[in-house]
């Protein structure tokens, strides 16, 4: 089992930056693949980045085309956590934001495994 607690959701305006934070207990942190997705209202939960490991000490990052060059992941193993640093948001980024593990795939919700509560991110304009 892995436990995952967001935080750091909030209103904001265009062109701000925010941090969303992720907490993570329970069984080895380190070989899972962690994400951030978002889900709007009526909508599918969408991937926004996520962290692979690729042995050793090397994890590998990727992002939606929709965030690249303004969203960045950054894992903390010693921690058990991994953030999503947002900067330049804009309104179409309102969503909820949930971080999520999985032991098996990346892109795709299904993939993921455990899921943390979610958090809100509101951009006005």
């Known amino acids: 089992q892995v436990q995952l607690v967001e935080s750091g959701g909030g209103l904001v305006q265009a062109g701000d930056s925010l941090t969303l934070s992720c907490a993570a207990s329970?069984?080895?942190?380190?070989?899972?693949?962690m994400g951030w997705l978002r889900q709007a209202p009526g909508k599918e939960r969408e991937f926004v980045a996520g962290?692979?490991?690729?042995?050793?000490?090397?994890?590998?990052?990727d992002y939606a085309e929709s965030v690249k060059g303004r969203f960045t992941i950054f894992r903390d193993n010693s921690k058990n956590a991994v953030d999503l640093r947002m900067s330049s948001l804009k309104p179409e980024d309102t969503d909820i934001y949930y971080c999520?593990?999985?032991?098996?795939?990346?892109?795709?919700?299904?993939?993921?495994?455990?899921w943390g509560q979610g958090t809100q991110v509101t951009v006005s304009s």
């Open positions: 962290t692979t490991w690729s042995g050793g000490s090397t994890y590998n990052a």
């Open positions: 329970g069984r080895t942190f380190s070989t899972y693949a």
């Open positions: 999520a593990a999985s032991a098996d795939g990346l892109y795709r919700s299904s993939e993921y495994d455990y």
